[in-house]
């Protein structure tokens, strides 16, 4: 399986991304904003960092991008896509997915171990983990605070379409505690927090048996290559 | 040159925390100079100034409008508050 990262200008996670896509047993594919070019990948991921300095909103210049014409026209048939942070900031500004980020609600910059449940394990990226899993993985953006009108709360609530939920407090305002949503099809996933950034022993969250050694971000990664070889 | 001047602010209804951060340090001004007592809050939104080359008619106002509403702001967080047409971009208040 083959998926794409898109490097927009200033992505500061795709390189993680590709690593993480690598050691999940998939080949990265580097992809640039500004090319109408997908390169015949399966799946695509948009990375964090701050594309385009965050300038008008977050992720709002990126989602008009040369290369966003071919990721929305991929999403709407079906290509798995996942945002991460500054991805699903993107994700939302080009209406793939419902919602928006504002400003964390302290006005602060977080960046710290998270905890997440994982509420619905039947998108592309999710089916890996158990029903309701419990995972740790990092956050770290200035504008994560998830909001939506009443009437579109209410429909990710009742279509089962929250992904992630924080949990052990909530660290930035988000409305129900959202960390993560996808679309009515379950191939678009956005997340604030960073799960490429928890792949690797020795350089992911402490856990309780070992520090550093926290691996639950590689399932986003395992569950689209496992989902790739159900539907083929 | 006419320039369309474009107001965004983020919606009423939702926390502001650079408004609110911006309000905390005047309230802390307002300890020493009274005129600042009487704030009671802060919003920050944005002014967009978009400069064109003939006249701002009608359509050149409704592509404008269109442009506000998709790309200049979103509609999930923010609201167009307003959208004229002025003479010249704006120079400094004397």
Redesign the interface.
């Known amino acids: 399986m083959r998926i794409g990262v898109v490097t927009f200008p200033g992505s500061l996670d795709d390189r993680d991304a590709a690593r993480a896509i690598r050691l999940a047993g998939a080949d990265s594919v580097a992809l640039w904003h500004g090319d109408h070019d997908l390169h015949g990948v399966d799946a695509l991921v948009l990375p964090g960092g701050f594309s385009y300095g965050d300038y008008l909103r977050a992720g709002a210049i990126a989602s008009l991008s040369p290369i966003m014409t071919e990721v929305i026209d991929a999403a709407n048939k079906g290509m798995p896509v996942l945002g991460i942070c500054n991805g699903f900031q993107m994700l939302t500004e080009a209406h793939l997915l419902d919602g928006g980020l504002i400003r964390n609600e302290a006005g602060r910059f977080i960046c710290r171990d998270q905890g997440l449940r994982i509420e619905n394990n039947t998108s592309d990226w999710t089916t890996g983990f158990s029903a309701n899993a419990e995972i740790v993985i990092p956050l770290k953006n200035g504008e994560g605070s998830f909001m939506a009108s009443a009437e579109t709360l209410k429909a990710l609530e009742g279509d089962g379409r929250i992904v992630a939920r924080y949990i052990g407090g909530n660290p930035n305002g988000s409305l129900n505690d959202i960390a993560g949503v996808t679309n009515a099809r379950g191939n678009v996933v956005g997340l604030m927090p960073h799960p490429e950034h928890a792949v690797e022993a020795g350089f992911g969250p402490d856990t309780d048996t070992a520090m550093a050694s926290g691996v639950d971000g590689l399932v986003f990664f395992t569950s689209v290559i496992a989902q790739a070889l159900v539907s083929r | 040159m006419p320039t369309i001047v474009v107001e965004v602010m983020?919606k009423a209804e939702?926390?502001d925390?650079?408004g609110?951060?911006v309000a905390g340090a005047l309230g802390r001004l307002g300890q020493t100079q009274s005129a600042l007592a009487t704030v009671t809050g802060v919003r920050v939104g944005k002014r967009f100034e978009i400069s064109i080359d003939g006249e701002a008619d009608a359509a050149t106002l409704a592509a404008v409008r269109e442009l506000a509403d998709t790309?200049?702001s979103?509609s999930?967080?923010?609201d167009v508050v307003g959208i004229h047409v002025q003479n010249a971009p704006s120079a400094a208040v004397v």
């Open positions: 983020p939702l926390l925390p650079q609110k951060a790309v200049l979103n999930v967080i923010e």
